[in-house]
């Protein structure tokens, strides 16, 4: 995931179906898996924004591309405004209530439910069958459709991700990403006695 707008396709290309993967996974995995996908993103568009180019200054100190710099700090914005509503998303999916989300953020319930519901809504509409485009709760991409289908894919890319930009932190272990997902417990039948 050398270039996280872009979906890369990996060279074992594993997913839950060629794993042999018994049970699929929860949905606050899912939709932890895409917050950490929003982070990778908004990481790398940040830390692209860090190097000042050779000739990015005139010797008179002013721009020789003006706009770029804020066009730049403009696409970090929408980024980390991407990776606040999936963050509230995946509180939901995991579990908390309006006056929880409202709380953490200072707000009231209900201005934290008009303001992430429809997220919510398009995540959950993400997760079902077939899920390739655009949803009644707002707009998905294909992208976002093949994560929540094909999890460990996008948890593999980010473990690589990860490990790649560690900064001395071993304790993270190989799979920093795969290792934390959750996967639902497979329903347990009734013993048949002769």
Known sequence: MTVPDQWEQRLTDMSEGDTGATAPYTDA??????????????????????????????????????????????????????????????????????????DVLGVPPQAARA?????????????LPGATGPTDAGETSPLRAHMAGEPLETALDLDDWVLRHQDGDDALGPTPVSGGLTRIDPPRHAEEHP
Do not use: K
């Open 29 to 102: 995995a899912r939709a932890r898996l895409v917050m950490a996908y929003d982070a990778c993103v908004l990481a790398e568009l940040a830390r692209a924004a860090v190097p000042i180019g050779e000739h990015e200054l005139n010797t008179d100190g002013t721009t020789r591309s003006p706009g770029a710099v804020l066009a730049d700090a403009a696409r970090v914005l929408a980024a980390a405004r991407r990776f606040f509503e999936t963050a509230a998303v995946f509180e939901r999916v995991g579990g908390a209530d309006w006056q929880l989300i409202g």
């Open 115 to 127: 303001r992430f519901a429809v997220a919510e809504t398009g995540f959950r509409e993400e997760l």
